[in-house]
């Protein structure tokens, strides 16, 4: 069973901590995403990486950064979290190919205070 | 830019057909694709259409018409199951190959 999965369900932070999330797939996928989901926006697409060490900026990327040191593992990081980074995070994998499905992570729910 | 429009809310009863609406207007469109998200879940997938048509999967049918930028989502025999999120994503390739989500439209099942 193909599987996506983020190191935490819900998590709580301040203001100017650095905050890290976590991806891990299993499937063997080259391209891996970091989205936000907000109420009456719908998920948007903040970083995108095809392959390790390589990464594309999506729609929303400021205040965001991404490390993938390992094809498996796909980090979002945010340098000094901020109230309006409060939201739902999804990560999602794929493999090449622009037909290909995206499989996600059940997603982290991180509040910054 | 990239602009998906799909309704907010329906209301449907168990055993009826629902049909849900999206439509866009993108550039590089590289097909269309439908998500379902249960409330607190991950969305997961349940269709993608590239070309012209319907494309049936069970309960489940798809259709997409490029020339008018629509597609939209049927859903037969409803179960209070498929209440949950249906999401619109379009793909597009502006360099590399990405989804545009729609702000979802929330299908409430009653009995």
């Known amino acids: 069973d193909v599987k996506v999965t983020q190191s935490s369900r819900y998590l709580v932070k301040r203001t100017g901590e650095k905050v890290f999330l976590e991806c891990v797939q299993d499937?063997?996928?080259?391209?891996m995403f970091w989205y936000r989901q907000d109420p009456g926006l719908g998920l948007r697409l903040i970083y995108f990486s095809y392959d390790v060490k390589m990464k594309e900026k999506g729609d929303i990327p400021e205040g965001y950064s991404v490390s993938r040191e390992k094809k498996e593992r796909f980090s979002l990081i945010l340098e000094s979290a901020s109230t309006n980074q409060t939201s739902m995070y999804l990560c999602?994998?794929?493999?090449?190919?622009?037909?290909?499905?995206?499989?996600f992570g059940p997603g982290t729910r991180l509040t910054v205070l | 830019g990239q602009n998906i429009d799909q309704p907010t809310e329906m209301t449907a009863t168990e055993g009826a057909i629902v049909q849900i609406n999206c439509t866009y207007q993108?550039?590089?469109?590289?097909?269309l694709f439908w998500y379902q998200q249960h409330a607190g879940e991950a969305p997961t997938f349940l269709s993608y259409?590239?070309?012209?048509g319907l494309e049936e999967k069970g309960r489940f049918s798809s259709f997409l018409s490029r020339s008018k930028g629509y597609s939209y989502l049927l859903l037969k025999e409803l179960q209070m199951k498929d209440s949950a999120s249906y999401l619109c994503?379009?793909?597009?390739?502006?360099?590399?190959?990405?989804?545009?989500f729609g702000t979802g439209t929330r299908l409430l099942v009653s009995p």
């Open positions: 259409n590239v070309l012209d």
């Open positions: 499937m063997d996928h080259e391209n």
């Open positions: 994503a379009v793909g597009v390739n502006t360099g590399f190959q990405k989804l545009v």
């Open positions: 993108t550039s590089g469109f590289n097909g």
């Open positions: 999602a994998s794929n493999s090449g190919g622009g037909g290909n499905e995206q499989f």
